[in-house]
């Protein structure tokens, strides 16, 4: 596609059920990024990866949180159980390559409200 | 550890005119790319302008330049001849010479053209 799509564009949920959120890169990109915004501030990293593999998820706060991409084209980004202080902008970013000149792409995110 | 500071919450401007947004980073690698992005009240990151540690020249893009102090630390973006779609949130980020490439992000500064 044009761009980094991702859905749903809102998600509502109440605390303690388990949510999916998707991520449809940039054809031909092979890195793939989690971030988590939340209100009022900037993106913190989830996690990433290159192609299939899941090569750093150190930025996930809980084993709640879980993340895969098993074709090596989109990712899903799953929380389970979820509770308030899960509620933000789940914005996904991929780039054509790794390296440190090369911008990433974001998504217009995921926002995910938890009653 | 790695950070990105800026300082600014919001900042208000005459159109047409310039203004600055403040950015300083910490990083103890000597390989990094800094990063400014344009997110718009609908959510997206847009990519504005890229950096890199080695560049001996001040990137510049359009109406946007940046304005890169190694010494100092500091990476302010200068957007020119301001618009009225120019009101947004700005976020600096740095992104890593090794490992996974993340970005690290600032807090952001609101940034509100008048007519």
């Known amino acids: 596609g044009a761009g980094v799509s991702q859905s749903p564009r809102y998600k509502v949920a109440k605390r303690g059920q388990d949510v999916a959120l998707r991520c449809d890169p940039i054809?031909?990109?092979?890195?793939l990024f989690w971030y988590q915004q939340a209100l009022g501030q900037g993106p913190e990293f989830l996690t990433y990866?290159?192609?299939?593999?899941?090569?750093?998820k150190s930025g996930l706060p809980s084993d709640r949180f879980f993340a895969e991409r098993p074709e090596g084209s989109v990712s899903t980004l799953k929380i389970q159980r979820t509770q308030q202080e899960d509620s933000a902008v789940y914005l996904c970013?991929?780039?054509?390559?790794?390296?440190?000149?090369?911008?990433?792409?974001f998504g217009d995110g995921t926002r995910l409200s938890i009653l | 550890a790695q950070k990105i500071t800026q300082t600014q919450p919001g900042m208000f401007v005459q159109e047409k005119e310039a203004v600055t947004l403040d950015c300083t980073y910490d990083t103890s690698d000597q390989s990094y790319g800094l990063f400014w992005y344009k997110q718009p009240s609908s959510g997206e990151m847009i990519f504005l302008i890229y950096q890199g540690s080695y560049d001996e020249q001040n990137a510049t893009e359009g109406r946007y330049s940046l304005n890169f102090q190694k010494a100092r630390k500091s990476a302010n973006l200068v957007i020119s001849a301001s618009q009225l779609g120019d009101s947004a949130m700005y976020f600096c980020a740095m992104r890593e010479g090794q490992g996974t490439y993340k970005y690290i992000f600032g807090t952001g500064t609101r940034l509100k053209v008048l007519a």
């Open positions: 990866f290159q192609n299939e593999a899941q090569l750093d």
């Open positions: 054809s031909g990109h092979v890195s």
């Open positions: 970013a991929s780039s054509l390559e790794n390296t440190v000149n090369q911008p990433q792409h």
